[in-house]
């Protein structure tokens, strides 16, 4: 009766323990509970994920990261959440953040980190929203960040950064600003009436910015000091530039809708810049401007009803002091001025025959013949036979007497992996975030694997782009991705990966246990066989 007196006392206090420990996360386990305040919470290293710091659940590891939820956070004193030194999976979600009129401290501050994420969080009247800095690995995804003293969001010296579908709106500074990174993949954001441009990037490698919408910014877009970047399918409205792009190269810019913008975009001491099936319309100025620039195609885009400011600053097309620019089967309709050229012969208006020029809405000369020379009559090809001048040395030999119609382009297929050579533990990480088409939004393709490029697809085609896979035997591999339109064409690429052998672990010392039962082990083994040695003889007849 003793006995089952104390259990029961024991499995009491035991219950009575583990609600105690529950407590202080109880609030914010149920559904409809509201946001528990706490103070600002700092992690520094990852054995700093624990409870006290504000850590909900999990585990550190990629399947089960550890969790930051649920929390309203007054970052008055102090930035409200700290990560720093840190490469074990995290989230922080669905909580608040928020600071008063002096405008001193960040929101969300990640440093020196990798592989986090920050998802569905409100931060409001801080410095800076959210903070990328000098980090890895960090996806920033369905956040709002409104009303602060500076940048919304910043992504400075980072790699492989993912900032997507955020709403960013009146902040004093940039909506959206990235620094000195690579990898950087801007998606779906909305960012509306902030004091500076809605998205900049300055200094940065390999960045795509597709499907954003900007309206009432400084700059919609501005890229500076960029090699290798994209800018597909975003929609600026009412900024002083729609996309300025400055010093930089390799960089496409197409499908975007401009309108209503002091000038659509404007190029400046740039090269091998393409610019592809933009609308570009209703700008006061010029619909495109290119300064001091070269090396560049403007190919199948609609510029419409631009410069309805001063005739001398507004056309559709400008080209100052730039040289080897490639301008053909562009529509320019009903602009103030069509076109202004001052580089002469050094720039092309047509594509040759038969790909033709572009058309003009005030060009009206006959199509009556064909071929090279325009001389093979009567045989109407779709193509002026008159030249269409656009200054006195400046002339679209093949204008288009219709509107030019672009056919559906094939996707451009490209993906990061990483980290690109690890031992077979690793699971290894394929992002195809960056591959982009011209027709289609950037969350419409579909994409697929093949880990070891043997001819046999091991996934199904999947619009989540980012696929991860670990190998068992070390060696050299190809992983090739696939990706596809709506329309069903296809583009793919490839990368190397080589997985190393997995260290070979020493043997483990003896533990001083094991020690002792081995060293009497012999001593145990002499007594049995002295024991059993007596018995027999007590048992032999005498």
């Known amino acids: 009766m003793?006995?089952?007196?104390?259990?029961?006392?024991?499995?009491?206090?035991?219950?009575?323990?583990?609600?105690?420990?529950?407590?202080?996360?109880?609030?914010?386990?149920?559904?409809?509970?509201?946001?528990?305040?706490?103070?600002?919470?700092?992690?520094?290293?990852?054995?700093?994920?624990?409870?006290?710091?504000?850590?909900?659940?999990?585990?550190?590891?990629?399947?089960?990261?550890?969790?930051?939820?649920?929390?309203?956070?007054?970052?008055s004193a102090a930035s409200g959440i700290t990560i720093r030194n840190t490469d074990a999976p995290f989230v922080i979600r669905s909580l608040t953040v928020h600071g008063i009129e002096n405008y001193s401290m960040n929101g969300i501050q990640l440093s020196g980190v990798a592989n986090g994420r920050v998802e569905n969080v409100?931060?409001?009247?801080?410095?800076?929203g959210i903070v990328s800095?000098?980090?890895?690995?960090?996806?920033?995804?369905?956040?709002?960040?409104?009303s602060n003293a500076a940048d919304g969001i910043v992504v400075y010296l980072s790699s492989r950064v993912t900032v997507a579908h955020n709403n960013v709106s009146f902040n004093a500074q940039e909506g959206i600003r990235v620094d000195g990174s690579s990898y950087t993949v801007l998606s779906g954001n909305r960012v509306d009436s902030n004091g500076g441009h809605?998205?900049?990037?300055?200094?940065?490698?390999?960045?795509?910015?597709?499907?954003?919408?900007?309206?009432?910014?400084?700059?919609?877009?501005?890229?500076?000091?960029?090699?290798?970047?994209i800018a597909v399918g975003n929609t600026v409205l009412n900024g002083a530039y729609g996309i300025r792009l400055w010093q930089s190269r390799?960089?496409?810019?197409?499908?975007?809708n401009l309108s209503s913008n002091g000038e659509g975009i404007r190029v400046g001491g740039s090269t091998n810049v393409t610019l592809t099936r933009n609308y570009v319309s209703l700008n006061t100025y010029n619909g495109v401007q290119f300064v001091g620039s070269s090396d560049s195609i403007i190919k199948e885009n609609d510029i419409t009803s631009n410069g309805d400011g001063p005739s001398v600053y507004g056309a559709g097309i400008r080209l100052d002091s730039s040289a080897r620019i490639l301008v053909y089967n562009n529509n320019l309709l009903g602009n103030a001025v069509q076109a202004v050229d001052d580089g002469g012969s050094g720039n092309l208006w047509d594509g040759g025959y038969p790909a033709g020029g572009n058309r003009w809405s005030d060009y009206s000369g006959p199509d009556l013949c064909s071929g090279l020379g325009q001389d093979v009559c009567p045989n109407p090809d779709g193509v002026g036979d008159v030249a269409y001048i656009v200054d006195s040395d400046t002339r679209d030999r093949y204008p288009l007497m219709g509107l030019y119609v672009p056919t559906n382009a094939p996707p451009t297929a490209t993906f990061d992996l990483f980290p690109s050579s690890a031992i077979v533990t690793t699971v290894f990480t394929a992002d195809a975030s960056a591959s982009w088409d011209l027709e289609d939004a950037a969350e419409m393709l579909q994409v697929r694997w093949d880990w070891e490029d043997d001819g046999t697809w091991d996934t199904a085609w999947s619009t989540t782009r980012v696929a991860h896979h670990p190998y068992s035997v070390p060696g050299s591999y190809v992983v090739r991705m696939e990706v596809r339109d709506t329309g069903g064409l296809t583009n793919s690429t490839m990368r190397e990966v080589e997985v190393l052998p997995g260290p070979v672990e020493p043997p483990r010392p003896l533990d001083l246990l094991t020690l002792g039962l081995l060293a009497l082990a012999p001593l145990v083994a002499a007594a049995i066989i002295v024991y059993l040695s007596a018995r027999r003889r007590r048992r032999s007849p005498r």
Do not use: C, H, K, M
Request: hydrophobic content about 45%; charged content about 15%.
């Open 133 to 146: 800095d000098r980090s890895a690995n960090i996806t920033l995804a369905r956040n709002n960040i409104s």
């Open 250 to 256: 390799g960089v496409v810019l197409g499908s975007n």
């Open 122 to 128: 409100t931060v409001s009247n801080v410095w800076f």
């Open 198 to 229: 809605g998205l900049e990037v300055d200094g940065a490698d390999r960045v795509v910015a597709t499907d954003n919408q900007a309206s009432n910014n400084g700059d919609g877009i501005s890229f500076a000091g960029v090699t290798n970047g």
């Open 2 to 75: 003793r006995e089952e007196r104390f259990v029961a006392e024991a499995l009491l206090l035991a219950s009575l323990l583990g609600l105690a420990l529950l407590a202080p996360i109880a609030p914010i386990l149920g559904e409809a509970a509201a946001y528990v305040p706490r103070p600002p919470i700092v992690v520094d290293g990852n054995g700093a994920f624990v409870g006290n710091n504000g850590v909900t659940g999990g585990a550190g590891t990629a399947s089960d990261p550890f969790v930051i939820e649920g929390w309203d956070i007054d970052a």
